[in-house]
């Protein structure tokens, strides 16, 4: 049984992936008290008293504002803290990162693509990247879009069914494309990952590219709930903080191929994770 450290287990991915593969692996999830990975003192006690052979890397700061408006802090936690695990640990090293890399202005995207973030958290997690390349003999890295479940109030898919449930108007942008992904689906992605022992950077997304207004009404859809509450609203005039890539979205051919998997049914997994509910 392969021992896996899990770097921010607390989170959306880290509570996923440790529900479905708790008795396939021993997974170790420090409390985050005890294992800050910006804090190097912790980070080596904490691989040299577990020891283990994998470390799937989750620990993030992904409020995009947030980042903008703390860059230090954003670049600590999505950059720098991974040199810190590095230092210190050898072993095969999983980093999930982001389509927020590339500008989105020719999306979606494939792993030959150049990235080109516009925002400080995109910056930091490119940057993030570059530090497991340049630190790890054994390192891939999963670029992701749009994780969702029913768990976590951050997952989009949560927001718009609860507030739909609650009969609320909710205004979602049609201009904002990705190809979004169940938490559910990702974790699977991460185990055969292990099992067929990949290297290298790949894209994961799901079989379907569409505006974040279009996932709401698809959402509405599976679960039965009113579209004529969901309005589409234009990214600019949101005013953000941030910039957003707007044509978006990871092209997955290049890891299905190699974990010689079909395409991920959004559809299918919308309903899947309705049974869930």
Not at 220 to 226: D, G, Q, S
Not at 227 to 245: D, M, V
Not at 250 to 255: D, W
């Amino acid at each position: 049984m392969k021992k896996i450290l899990i770097t921010g287990g607390d989170g959306q991915l880290g509570n996923c992936f440790s529900s479905i593969f708790d008795e396939k692996y021993k997974l170790l999830r420090p409390p985050e008290q005890e294992f800050d990975i910006t804090n190097i003192n912790q980070v080596k006690t904490i691989i040299k008293k577990y020891n283990p052979e994998i470390i799937v890397n989750c620990a993030a700061i992904t409020d995009v504002d947030g980042c903008e408006d703390n860059p230090i802090i954003a670049e600590n936690i999505n950059a720098l803290a991974i040199r810190n695990l590095l230092d210190t640990f050898k072993g095969f090293f999983i980093h999930i990162s982001t389509d927020y890399v590339f500008d989105g202005k020719k999306g979606p995207y494939k792993e030959s693509d150049i990235p080109n973030p516009i925002n400080m958290y995109g910056k930091t997690k490119l940057f993030g990247e570059e530090i497991v390349k340049n630190n790890s003999k054994q390192w891939v890295i999963l670029r992701t879009n749009v994780l969702f479940g029913l768990a976590s109030k951050a997952s989009f898919v949560s927001w718009v069914v609860n507030s739909l449930k609650e009969n609320k108007e909710i205004f979602v942008v049609d201009d904002q494309i990705n190809n979004p992904i169940w938490i559910n689906d990702f974790a699977k992605i991460i185990d055969l990952v292990i099992a067929n022992d990949l290297k290298g950077l790949f894209h994961v997304g799901s079989d379907i590219f569409c505006s974040r207004y279009e996932f709401a009404n698809m959402i509405a859809e599976v679960f039965n709930l009113k579209k004529g509450k969901i309005h589409p609203i234009s990214t600019k005039s949101l005013n953000q903080k941030a910039e957003r890539p707007l044509k978006s979205g990871l092209i997955s051919n290049k890891l299905l191929s190699e974990i010689k998997l079909g395409e991920i049914d959004l559809k299918k997994s919308l309903k899947e994770l309705k049974r869930y509910s």
